[in-house]
T-cell receptor, first 113, second 111 residues
Framework: DSGVTQTPKHLITATGQRVTLRCSPR?????VYWYQQSLDQGLQFLIQ???????AKGNILERFSAQQFPDLHSELNLSSLELGDSALYFC????????????FGPGTRLTVL | AQSVAQPEDQVNVAEGNPLTVKCTYS??????LFWYVQYPNRGLQFLLK??????LVKGSYGFEAEFNKSQTSFHLKKPSALVSDSALYFC?????????FGTGTSLTVIP
């Protein structure tokens, strides 16, 4: 158990809908990262937050957004969902910045029908 | 474009034999390099990283990796493979707060 929790584990929704994925980092970790893993695109870094502020942006679509709250938990919002958004979404946390070891959550499997 | 390549989708090795999982990178500057392992239906687990210094980096579970700047490679190695090492392995490079992942190599250790 990495200490990073993600909810829900599974999510099934329809095209055009909006969903929110939630992540609670390990106690004491200030950075949260979001990743998307799909069969066709592999593992993609989406975005990083550090202590509530956006730190780095990767291949995140404009339809997606994220935030980190004062209690350091983070949410990833996916809107206008398309079939191609079906993937496993991982959250990871680290003590401070990207050089530190990242601890990954179990992931949320999103299926868009 | 910046990228990380893992040229082998699948690597099979007999238990007890040495294993190598290859990784090359095309990332500007002096990126930090990482190896992660993913077991079925689990998130990634950190194995090791290279930032600077000795080209041979030792990590978790007996794994090590060799950094070669001239060949822009960061191959993962283990002297003696275990069946429990069977998993998906990802190489990653970090530059300017951007992570670039390879496509993964599925390692199967045959008893």
């Amino acid at each position: 158990d990495s200490g990073v929790t993600q909810t829900p584990k599974h999510l099934i929704t329809a095209t055009g809908q909006r969903v929110t994925l939630r992540c609670s980092p390990r106690s004491g970790d200030l950075s949260v990262y979001w990743y998307q893993q799909s069969l066709d695109q592999g593992l993609q870094f989406l975005i990083q937050y550090y202590n509530g502020e956006e730190r780095a942006k990767g291949n995140i679509l404009e339809r997606f957004s994220a935030q980190q709250f004062p209690d350091l938990h983070s949410e990833l919002n996916l809107s206008s969902l398309e079939l191609g958004d079906s993937a496993l979404y991982f959250c990871a946390s680290s003590v401070r910045d990207v050089v530190n070891e990242q601890f990954f959550g179990p992931g949320t499997r999103l299926t868009v029908l | 474009a910046q990228s990380v390549a893992q040229p082998e989708d699948q690597v099979n090795v007999a238990e007890g034999n040495p294993l190598t999982v290859k990784c090359t990178y095309s990332v500007s500057g002096n990126p930090y390099l990482f190896w992660y392992v993913q077991y079925p239906n689990r998130g990634l687990q950190f194995l090791l990283k290279y930032i600077t210094g000795d080209n041979l980096v030792k990590g978790s579970y007996g794994f090590e990796a060799e950094f070669n700047k001239s060949q822009t490679s960061f191959h993962l190695k283990k002297p003696s493979a275990l069946v429990s090492d069977s998993a998906l392995y990802f190489c990653a490079a970090l530059n300017r707060n951007q992570f670039y992942f390879g496509t993964g190599t599925s390692l199967t250790v045959i008893p």
